[in-house]
């Protein structure tokens, strides 16, 4: 059920041949609380819950205790302007309950480094609007000079 396109058989070696499924799983981190042993993904549409489970014990080596999969509805959106209705791609989502000792934590992405770089960010943007403003209160008493012509 592959919708790859593979060449014609030739004899001899090498083969040209490559398997490639068109599976796939994405870790996405869960709207809802979940429990620490409990792991969300978006799967292609195609994986049942065993398709599931052995992608991630044979690639990936997790033992796994079991699999959930619901389909969930793509977003709906009308357009403003002409008004046509236009629909996302529905997702498969695929719960992975792991054994109790193993625990699953995401990883922090944005340190506290990054909150700092953010905080000094902030910090000059509101002193480059504060320099902003003087320079329009200086000019306000002259209107139809330009902007370079000041004192």
């Excluded at 981190?29 to 014990?57: G, I, W």
Aim: glycine share 4%; with cysteine.
């Amino acid at each position: 059920m592959s919708t790859r396109w593979y060449p014609i058989y030739q004899r001899g070696n090498p083969q040209l041949r490559v398997f490639l499924p068109n599976f796939w799983l994405k870790l996405i981190r869960p709207e809802h609380e979940q429990p620490p042993n409990v792991v969300q993904f978006a799967c292609s549409m195609e994986m049942t819950k065993y398709d599931v489970r052995n992608y991630l014990e044979k690639i990936y080596k997790i033992p796994v205790v079991d699999v959930r999969t619901r389909i969930a509805m793509g977003k709906t959106k009308r357009d403003q302007v002409m008004g046509y209705i236009t629909k996302d791609e529905d997702t498969k989502l695929a719960y992975v309950t792991l054994p109790k000792e193993m625990k699953f934590e995401f990883p922090n992405l944005f340190p506290s480094e990054a909150k700092e770089k953010l905080e000094d960010d902030k910090k000059s943007l509101d002193e480059a609007k504060k320099n902003h403003k003087k320079f329009l209160e200086k000019n306000k008493d002259r209107p139809g000079t330009p902007g370079w012509f000041t004192i």
